[in-house]
């Protein structure tokens, strides 16, 4: 395998000429090599379309290395960036394509402009055991939600809890991105935090009230 | 840490579909697995752009078998409250343990 040291790799890449096309071609040797057997936890090998997200993301990662390359900061080996560029292109890749036939209208439709309210399914026939208390504390938890966060966080909360899209998807939907959508859902934690502290609801006694027997 | 078990153990069952749910209400178990998040929650958490920045780092310390955690908190307080980080990360050690095995191996041989 390749013995480049980081310098290499950049003194190579960052000049056109045979140096770079050199470079590229070992680093989409690599990339064919190593990436496959990252990805069929997520989409299985024998695929028909597994060749071409391969291929797919081997072109672009190249492309994103070409154009990056001089924020490259040294804080790991060249190829160990390289994967991670290709992983998250293939990663955010797959999520879109698993998530596409799903539209905003149809997660939005019922709602009015002031957002889902959030409401927490306890079906008594399938949990018959449970306590007149714990669902007391689920009550107040959701009336907590619906109190304390923003229209915006809570069609978040149903879009990731409910329907199960990932924040990628989800961001891309509300017209954000997913750095975005973090420090949203950071604030709606916080938010909820120091009101359920202030409520006295702690967490164990909120976890064993939302545990299933 | 016997809530942060619990809360792992809430996490690992996926949500239901779309069509299973009745009123489309919200699981039982991804509001407490929310509500669970809470603990963790801290003021200065770091965003996805950033975590994504020394991801690689973080990857190569956990390759190490050292202890990422430790040397960077805020990445692993990130990567507990963000699916999408921490699939990538996974992804990410996949490779790099296979890349680092071949080139240990040809060290050897070579
Ligand atoms: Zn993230």
Redesign the interface.
Known sequence: ?DKRTNADWLAAISHAGDDRENALADLDD?LRK??P???N?WLASNDPRFNALVDETVQETLLRVLQHYPAF?G???F???V??I???V??TDL?RRRWKN?SLDEIEAGWDEEGPE??????PVAQPERLAEQNDV?RR??AI?NDVLTPRQREV??MV????L???QVAAMLKTN???L??M??DA??R??QR?EAEGLT??E??SA???Q | MK?LD??IA?FSK?????GD????????????S??????G?Q?G?I???EV??????F??IMARGEDASRIMPLVRL?ID????CR??LE??L???E??QQ??HH?AKVG
């Open positions: 395998m690599l190593y990436l057997g990252a990805l936890r900061e804080r790991s080996q190829t160990t960036w994967f991670k290709a992983v998250r293939a990663l999520r799903i959030i409401h927490v399914a306890i079906d689920v938890v959701e939600m909360l149903v809890g409910v329907h199960g990932p924040g990628d997913r750095n975005a973090y420090k859902m950071h934690r916080s909820l935090k359920l967490t164990d909120i976890i939302f545990s299933q | 809530w619990k809360i809430l996926r949500p239901p579909a779309m749910l009745p009123q489309k209400g919200m699981p039982l178990q991804v509001v407490a929310f509500a669970g998040s809470l603990a929650t003021p958490e965003a996805c752009d994504d920045s020394l991801m690689d780092g990857a190569e990130h409250h963000c699916p999408e699939e990538e992804a990410l996949a490779v790099i296979a890349y071949d080139d040809a």
